[in-house]
């Protein structure tokens, strides 16, 4: 990953069990939203079940990763079912 593609601004998103969704973060550096997106899948909601999707978008709106409860990682592909 370059520096510039590091400080790009990415976006998480959570998805709950009831169909509701919200952002996590917004506009971060990559690093802080792979954290934060570490911390929905393992934190309390999501061990607890009531988050069921959570995905990281670039400023472009393209998904940079995607996680489903019971799937594991699905996007991107090369980590399909792992975490």
Same mark, same amino acid.
């Given at each position: 990953?370059?520096?510039?593609?590091?400080?790009?601004?990415?976006?998480?998103?959570?998805?709950?069990?009831?169909?509701?969704?919200? =952002?996590f973060v917004r506009d971060v550096p990559a690093v802080e939203a792979?954290?934060?997106?570490? $911390?929905?899948?393992?934190?309390?909601?999501?061990? #607890?079940?009531?988050?069921?999707?959570?995905?990281? #978008?670039?400023?472009?709106?393209?998904?940079?990763?995607?996680?489903? $409860?019971?799937?594991?990682?699905? =996007?991107?592909?090369?980590? $399909?079912? #792992?975490?």
């Amino acid at each position: 990953m370059t520096d510039e593609e590091d400080r790009a601004p990415f976006n998480v998103v959570i998805w709950f069990d009831d169909g509701f969704y919200e =952002y996590f973060v917004r506009d971060v550096p990559a690093v802080e939203a792979v954290l934060a997106a570490k $911390r929905c899948i393992d934190g309390v909601l999501g061990r #607890t079940g009531l988050v069921v999707k959570v995905q990281i #978008t670039d400023s472009g709106d393209y998904t940079n990763f995607l996680w489903e $409860r019971d799937r594991g990682i699905v =996007y991107p592909p090369e980590a $399909r079912g #792992t975490a």
